[in-house]
DNA sequence: GTTAAATCAGACCATTTCGTTCCGATTTTC
DNA sequence: GAAAATCGGAACGAAATGGTCTGATTTAAC
């Protein structure tokens, strides 16, 4: 119930690199000194999300990486299914039976709970997270 | 992103336990029957269970254990807090703080996405999960 | 009153996954 | 042509989880 690090720390590095949006390129080194995590911890991060397409990097002397999508079009579904796969509560789901072959009365809920919890994250853009305060004007329906 | 394994046991076992609630009380040995798992797991799970009051143990020859609660009142989102903790994404909405102290600008962003999360497992009675065909007439918008 | 059985509760150990770190391959600039 | 800087992948170590076992407690029966 509790997204990786790895997970945590691609949140706070996508949201790093898309203020340099405008700027052109970044690299990993300088997303690792604004974020303050160690700079291997963010070059692991760097290649999920390039693998996954989100974060173009470029080679060579002077390359860097920059977001492959603008920062409106990507979400935090996004970044979460780059480092984690898909999303899915339960292994049942993912291809992977379950250890017994038991008539399991609860396995066909969960892609609705999984579809709900993408949606969740899918409405929160990126854009949404580069802004220092949040908009949260109306708390009374989070009980956080 | 993805529950533990004991949650999803958790989940399974309290639906099973559901069942039995008209006949009265249920051993976990029999529970372990029912849903294929381990004996052990099953105490452990139950265990947990209890701790967290959503099932009442009595303890002694020929006890057993029922639900605490009316099955329509208990929620996944109970089941999955008794084993897995507070539902947070991340570590530093519940008390702790990050390894870093770099003013993280995505933090204020979570307990919203937590809310989401934890309303779309509060609206999923375990009465639910105890029917055997699920309502899922609208699998188009699910991609799993 | 005593014995016996059945239950839950907690503690221990092995396994797996995750997190971190390091080294190599590739590419551009001077 | 050489050097420098970058990303990409692989290996090691650590932490958390999953599974198992043994013990304490309680009830029922004799």
Redo the contacts between chains.
Sequence with gaps: ????NL??YA??TM?AAARHCGGGRTSAAELAA????PVPTVQKVVSKLSAAGLLRSVRGAGGGLQLARPAAAIT?ADI?EAV????????C?DGDECA???T???K??????????RG??A??PLT???????R?PNPS????
């Design positions: 119930m509790r997204l990786s997970a945590d949140v706070v949201s604004e974020t303050g995590l935090l979460v984690e796969g898909p999303i899915a509560l339960t292994a789901i017994v072959d038991h399991c009365s609860v066909p809920h969960w892609p609705a709970v999984n579809a709900a919890l969740a994250l409405g929160i949404q997270l580069s802004k220092a305060a949040p949260e329906g989070i009980s956080a």
